[in-house]
């Protein structure tokens, strides 16, 4: 019996909304077009995206606003070559997302997506250097990890295991490891989910400045609506469409922030 | 059924695969009980109620021959409680389809009437017993009946007093002193070339002109005599007769190679089952304390509702115990059955009636208890940690894993490793125990493997030492009686004979200091090529032209050297010769006694006489030749060498395919069982830790080497561990097959080795390809969400 998860009393997906503050970047990075997920499990099925549109433009910080399931983690999941789509097209650059297997989204996601999760998974075997070194051994230009880890304000934690570090550090490493690789998009999934908020906003504030420096396509995930600021772009999710979407006329930093 | 035990039901299922791998090597250790275990204890058991209802003497003498009155002065001797007196010969046998002569020994029957139950009785296992008066009826043994295809009815001709005598043979029997059928002597013989021939008193004293005599003694105890003290009496009585030295049990051929097969299964039924008890323990410990570290907030959870900690700890017990019930049944089944197959190879060449395969249900207790006992303690350490774990803290995730810098990773960073190297490297170093466990499992695997074949390899070298190296002769022939050496011509004239060389077998008793030994004294050409002086490492050894050689073992029972001087009492005669030892001989088979055929000519001081040739051919023998052989009434038996060595690796293939798949499939469960559990654990453990991996961009390859590096390092790492262990393992085994007469050198043949490395390698390869699948099947979007 299919169940929607939500009564479907909100408006269609605007991308025009709140302020428009400057044209927008020409070629977008990421082009989605009537996105549906559909999860079944035995006779439950689970509509988790429903026609979605977006785009995203290359060096764009976009914060992804929504409650738990409202389809904010497919979408970042079908994005970052995880998961495949029920329906629909997403195109990273000139590639079809949708039409790739598993082996070229494996080289899809080394060649050009960072991963940034919740709860960091590093590798508590390696160092934080190692842990970067692990990414950097497989792409194609990488930085020095040494660098990657300067950049997110590590230079004198290297050599120590993530058992070793705080959340916050750990977390600073995986951006570092996400980053190392100069990646097209960025993508962070909740990243500050597991940390109180002086050392959130110290890894937002990281994320922003390699999003400046690297020029990244970014993806935030979040529930919390505070970090909205930071973005270029905001868009909120619920129930698997984009309710809202809208342009900050100005970035703050994240040292602004509060939550 | 309790929620606890639907858990426990369901969990099972879960990790069936886990479970069975350890039932398996769990039915691996109670199937090698079972089987060698209930094949020695039936060997033992059979041949113990044979010798009960057989009437097996206690000690036997062998003499030249004594007036029938001398049994009584026997049976006067203290300790003695019967005496059954024998004519015992070899003749010449010509039997239908066998080419060659052949060679009967001729045993007599107590006369009927004679009272008493005799000593050795025969056992009919087919036909009849000789009926009274009937002097031309024999029975025959099972092995030579067997071999010849000769049934009750069937007719053999033996040359008696130079003369053919035509007998029917009328059942086929077996007796306590000759379960083992072979001649005894110097000159080797093969199951058609030679046989025991029960015969009717009158028909044996007649052929040895012994009517009123006896040349063989057999002599029961009473109950609490002392052997060594008969032996001593008869030896003395019998001295006069041209007595050969009595004999105790132990001594005696038939029994002796029975207590050495007992004594082999011992030391297999041990060393075996202590390699699975020691796998299947490792297993369970490593897989319940995963099970646990994964549950640890199902146990607070479970304690904090009120279980109690030894509820739980029952609960985790159970898992254990689990694999116990499936694997012990499993191994009752198999061993029974592999069992049966050994107890078959047995009964061809033991022949005790009655010999069936029994489980030993004492020694499968016994193992069963072993077993159970192996898993729990391989699991006790882990559940007691469950018992001590306070419910607040278990509902706490398990400190992270801590990691260091460890003295290889300087290394590390000079040899430039790359990175999931290190990680794999970083694994093994961090739990160094486990590691080490896992490896001596594999390791355990290949050397179980390598040292059960070398067995095979070693009685491949001996054969080889035996009949390439020391007897090179196409045929034996054994004489009757002793000849001129100028006989050889006779040889020579033989149709496809290139060359003949003559020997002399003599029963002689060595004494010295006080201690004796009856020996035969092999007296051969010094020149000779076919017979040859070999010790155990294949070196061929000169004879010298004076003096006598000695196996080392008939050495150190004489505590004799090189440059003493022993006393030779020639049997045959009753004189006795001084002769100063010039060598001595470590070789396979002893004990032996060597000489030079012309020295000993001329120390016996009969010039040159011999019993026996060697003659190499230029082809396969012809049937003329075997044709001339069985018209010389001087011809005792013919053996031929191809036979003999067809025959021993016709038997030796046999128990070989047994144990090679047995063997085989028991180490690739071992080897699969540790492989597999520990790649399984480290996909447990480490799973989160590969899929974020899997989402940085490394493929499912590259995954898979950062998840079965480790396991692949262990068993390459194994392999060289394996070799040594292997080696050693091979040495424990052919201990239990070294005795008095034997010593059997280890073997180590790269074949071997490689064959059974390859199996090893095989089996982790395949737990290995079955790992690496369930590693492609990550859940990747999980892992972005979950914390460990």
Redesign the interface.
């Known amino acids: 019996m299919p169940t929607s998860a939500v009564s479907s009393n909100t408006a269609q997906p605007a991308a025009t909304a709140r302020s428009d503050a400057g044209p927008p970047p020409p070629a977008p990075v990421f082009l989605a077009r009537g996105l549906t997920k559909i999860y079944r499990s035995g006779d439950l099925e689970v509509r988790a995206l429903r026609e979605l549109d977006m785009e995203l433009y290359a060096g764009e910080l976009l914060v992804l606003l929504g409650a738990s399931g409202s389809g904010k983690s497919t979408l970042l999941n079908i994005l970052g070559g995880l998961d495949t789509a029920t329906s629909g097209t997403v195109r990273f650059e000139d590639h079809d997302l949708t039409s790739m297997n598993q082996r070229e989204l494996t080289q899809y996601r080394r060649d050009h997506v960072g991963f940034v999760f919740q709860f960091y998974n590093l590798i508590p075997s390696l160092t934080a250097r190692e842990n970067v070194a692990l990414v950097t051994e497989i792409a194609r230009d990488p930085m020095k990890p040494d660098d990657a880890l300067a950049l997110v304000g590590l230079s004198d934690r290297m050599d120590h295991f993530p058992a070793q570090l705080s959340g916050g550090e750990q977390q600073r490493v995986a951006i570092a490891r996400a980053v190392a690789k100069r990646p097209d998009v960025l993508l962070c999934d909740e990243p500050t989910g597991a940390l109180d908020v002086e050392t959130g906003r110290l890894v937002l504030r990281t994320i922003d400045l390699v999003n400046r420096q690297l020029g990244a396509a970014t993806v935030v995930i979040t529930h919390n609506v505070s970090i909205a600021g930071m973005a270029d772009r905001v868009v909120h999710m619920t129930s698997g469409r984009i309710s809202d979407s809208y342009r900050n006329a100005h970035r703050i930093s994240a040292e602004e922030l509060s939550w | 059924m309790s929620a606890l035990t639907s858990k426990l039901r369901r969990d099972l299922w879960r990790i069936r695969a886990q479970v069975f791998s350890i039932a398996a090597v769990m039915a691996g250790g109670v199937m090698t009980v079972v089987a060698l275990g209930g094949t020695s204890s039936s060997l033992d058991s059979a041949t113990r109620d044979y010798y009960i209802s057989g009437r097996f003497a206690d000690v036997f003498a062998t003499l030249t021959r004594a007036p029938d009155a001398v049994a009584v002065r026997l049976a006067a001797i203290p300790g003695v409680n019967s005496v059954a007196t024998r004519v015992v010969k070899d003749v010449r046998l010509d039997v239908p389809g066998l080419d060659m002569p052949a060679i009967g020994r001729m045993v007599s029957l107590p006369v009927p009437g004679s009272g008493g139950t005799p000593l050795n009785a025969v056992h009919i296992t087919s036909g009849r017993t000789v009926l009274p008066g009937a002097d031309k009826e024999i029975l025959v043994s099972g092995r030579f009946a067997e071999a010849n295809r000769l049934r009750p009815g069937a007719l053999l001709t033996a040359i008696i007093n130079e003369r053919y005598v035509e007998l029917r043979i009328v059942g086929i029997g077996a007796a306590p002193d000759y379960l083992y059928e072979e001649p005894g002597n110097a000159f080797p013989s093969d199951a058609r070339g030679f046989g025991i021939l029960w015969v009717p008193h009158q028909l044996a004293a007649a052929a040895t002109g012994m009517r009123g005599a006896f040349n063989d003694v057999s002599i029961g105890l009473a109950t609490g005599a002392r052997p060594s003290e008969v032996i001593a009496a008869v030896d003395t009585l019998l001295a006069p007769y041209g007595g050969r030295g009595a004999i105790g049990r132990k001594d005696q051929l038939s029994d002796r190679v029975v207590s050495n097969e007992l004594t082999q299964m011992g030391v297999m039924a041990f060393a075996f089952p202590a390699v699975f008890v020691a796998v299947a323990a490792f297993l369970v410990g490593s897989v319940v304390s995963r099970l646990i570290a994964t549950e640890r907030e199902q146990i607070a959870v479970l304690k904090a509702f009120g279980y109690t900690s030894g509820a739980v700890a029952l609960h985790y017990l159970a898992y254990a115990a689990a694999a116990a019930a499936v694997g012990i049944p499993l191994g009752i089944g198999i061993g029974v059955w592999v069992g049966q197959l050994y107890t078959g190879i047995y009964s061809d060449v033991l022949r005790i009636p009655g010999l069936q395969f029994h489980a030993d249900w004492v020694t499968i207790g016994r193992a069963i208890v072993v077993i159970f006992l192996a898993a729990l303690s391989g699991a006790l350490n882990a559940v007691r940690k469950v018992a001590m774990l306070p419910p607040a803290e278990a509902l706490q995730p398990p400190a992270?894993?801590?990691?260091?810098?460890l003295p290889f990773d300087a290394i590390g960073s000079r040899l430039a490793l790359?990175?999931?190297i290190?990680?794999i490297i970083?694994?093994l170093e961090?739990q160094p125990q486990r590691a080490l466990l896992g490896a001596m499992g594999v390791a355990a695997a290949l050397a179980m493997m390598a040292g059960a074949l070398s067995l095979y390899d070693a009685t491949d070298n001996m054969i080889g030492l035996q009949f390439r190296v020391a007897q090179r002769q196409a045929l034996s022939v054994q004489l009757v009686t002793t000849v001129p050496a100028s006989t050889r011509s006779v040889f020579a004239s033989l149709p496809g004979v290139t060359n003949v060389e003559l020997a002399r077998v003599v029963p002689v008793r060595l004494r010295h200091m006080g201690r004796s030994r009856t020996v035969g004294l092999t007296a051969l050409q010094r020149d000779g090529k076919m017979h040859r002086l070999v010790d155990v490492d294949g070196q061929i050894h000169a004879i010298p032209p004076a003096g006598i050689v000695l196996s080392t073992k008939v050495a150190g029972i004489l505590a004799i050297h090189t440059g003493d001087t022993l006393d030779m009492d020639l049997l045959e005669r009753g004189t006795t010769r001084k002769v100063v030892v010039t060598a001595l001989l470590d070789e396979l088979m002893s004990p032996n006694a060597y000489m030079d055929l012309a020295a000993a000519g001329s120390l016996m001081g009969d010039g040159d006489l011999i019993n026996g040739a060697y003659l190499r051919l230029d082809g396969p023998p012809r049937s003329e030749l075997f044709e001339q052989l069985r018209a010389m009434p001087l011809v005792g038996g013919v053996t031929s060498r191809t036979a003999m060595v067809e025959q021993f690796d016709r038997m030796m293939a046999k128990s070989f395919r047994i144990s090679a798949v047995v063997v085989v499939i028991f180490a690739s469960i071992i080897a699969l069982g540790v492989v597999y559990n520990g790649a399984r654990i480290a996909l447990s453990e480490r799973g989160?830790?590969l899929a974020?991996?899997?989402?940085?961009?490394?493929?499912?390859r590259?995954v898979g080497v950062m998840l079965l590096g480790e396991e692949a390092i262990l068993t390459i790492a194994a392999i060289p561990l394996g070799w040594v262990l292997g080696r050693a393992f091979a040495a424990y085994l052919t201990y239990g097959f070294t005795s008095e007469n034997y010593q059997v050198p280890i073997v180590t043949r790269t074949s071997t080795y490689a064959f059974a490395t390859a199996v090893v390698l095989t089996a982790s390869a395949l737990a290995g390809a079955l790992m690496y699948r369930r590693s492609t099947r990550l859940d990747?979007?999980a892992?972005?969400?979950?914390?460990?």
């Open positions: 992270p894993a801590r990691y260091r810098a790359s990175t999931p290190r990680m970083r694994g961090r989160r830790e974020s991996l899997r989402v940085l961009g490394f493929t499912n590259e990747l979007v892992v972005l969400k979950t914390r460990e």
